[in-house]
């Protein structure tokens, strides 16, 4: 099998069929796989993929959930039933283009130092103003305080060798974020632009509520920097009531001021929240650890091994 198309869907009943129609006219003459998942639909996508599948049972695989479970738990098992060389993660709504999959296809064939393929949006412009302002501040942000790097509009939108996702499925954390877990994974990648497209059918249900929340999902994943941001507002909350406590002296020695009750709870206030501040920051350090260990990831993954039988990922 040379590629596993992993298809996530919600409410796509208007969208599954053209798109099985580019996709079977893109990998004409190739050896591949559609998986369909279904993550929950309300409307008639189930019923449209069973008569794709009654069709096409040669190319054609259908999961579907009980209910929505969410596009990362769609793509997961996509990933888990994938058993392509290649396999590539494209969305049902047709606003990602199946002609890219050849693109995608041929620069792995060329390239075997490189694993991935990740597609990069050229335009956001059909986002609107402010969801294309918070969709760029999000990475920058994510970038900032992940130890990993995020490319700036990078999508799921990607084409990846069976070692990558063999790394994706042996992550054990129920809490995913698949953007950050390619790029945690580590291995070569190819970013390409892409152009997305209008959607000709349906509404998107990936709306800017939603957007915020996978944002925030995608923080609390992949970086533990906000916990240190206590520890830095105690030291400079200590800072400001030394300095404070300076400029009294001063006054009180050089120009006879009355010290008052007023600056001493000031000053008592300052060191409290300093402290409080300081020893919140190293307890949310602490918990950040046994965060990180619950997650279960490997220690590290392995590409390649010489002289073993061994699967390469462990």
Not at 29 to 53: A, H, P, V, W
Not at 184 to 213: D, H, L, Q
Request: charged content about 25%; overall charge neutral; some cysteine.
């Amino acid at each position: 099998m040379k590629l596993s198309v992993i298809i996530p869907c919600m409410n796509e009943e208007g969208n599954v069929q053209g798109l099985y129609n580019k996709i079977s006219e893109t990998l004409k003459g190739k050896k591949y796989e559609m998986i369909y998942i279904d993550d929950g639909s309300k409307d008639n996508t189930l019923e449209k993929l069973r008569e794709i599948y009654k069709n096409d049972t040669l190319h054609v695989k259908v999961l579907s959930f009980s209910r929505n479970f969410k596009k990362e738990a769609a793509m997961l098992a996509g990933l888990q039933h994938a058993t392509g060389e290649y396999t590539c993660i494209i969305d049902g709504d047709l606003q990602q283009n199946p002609g890219y999959l050849l693109d995608m296809i041929n620069f792995l064939d060329e390239n075997d130092d490189y694993d991935e393929v990740a597609m990069v949006m050229e335009d956001r412009s059909s986002y609107g103003g402010i969801m294309a302002f918070c969709k760029k501040a999000f990475y920058k942000l994510i970038d900032s305080l992940s130890e990993v790097h995020f490319e700036n509009g990078a999508s799921d939108f990607r084409m990846f060798r069976s070692n990558v996702r063999k790394a994706m499925v042996s992550l054990g954390e129920k809490n995913r974020f698949t953007k950050g877990i390619f790029s945690w994974v580590g291995f070569k990648v190819k970013y390409m632009p892409y152009k997305v497209e209008p959607r000709t059918s349906g509404k998107s249900s990936f709306g800017f509520k939603s957007s915020i929340n996978y944002a925030f999902e995608g923080i609390l994943a992949f970086s533990t920097k906000p916990l240190t941001y206590a520890i830095k507002c105690g030291v400079l909350s200590l800072f400001a009531a030394f300095v404070y406590l300076i400029v009294l002296l001063i006054q009180v020695l050089a120009f006879d001021l009355t010290f008052k009750a007023t600056y001493a709870i000031i000053l008592l206030l300052l060191a409290l929240f300093g402290v409080q501040f300081i020893i919140l920051g190293i307890v949310g350090m602490y918990f950040s650890k046994a965060y990180v260990e619950i997650k279960n990831r490997p220690v590290y993954v392995i590409k390649e091994k010489l002289g073993f039988n061994e699967e390469t990922i462990l």
